[in-house]
């Protein structure tokens, strides 16, 4: 009985190392953030300043999985490049209103 309760415990830390191997850098998503995203939405800019904690995680993993801006008139990788979307996404979740770190990126 302990083998298997320590083969299921191997296998949870093995698949949580693969979900978190799959996600976006944290670091260059902020990177991305800033150098894309504030261009349009920093503060007091025309399309109004957008921070990580405007919206809960659950509200930024869902406008990704949308992949609209602009309320919908325009594809997401027309606005940014895709291969910066998932680091893009892993910043702006990980540092959410109800994340346990939220960040502004000023």
Known sequence: MRRLARFGYIAIVVCAAGLTLAAGSDTKGKFYFKKTCKTCH?????AGEVTPLVKTQAQWTRYFEKGTHNKGTQKLSD????????DIQTFL??????????ETCG
């Not at 606005?79 to 998932?86: C, G, K």
């Not at 979740?93 to 939220?102: E, I, L």
């Open 42 to 46: 920093g503060k007091g800019a025309e």
């Open 79 to 86: 606005v940014v490049p895709a291969e910066q979307l998932i």
């Open 93 to 102: 979740v990980n540092h959410a209103a109800d994340s346990p770190q939220p």
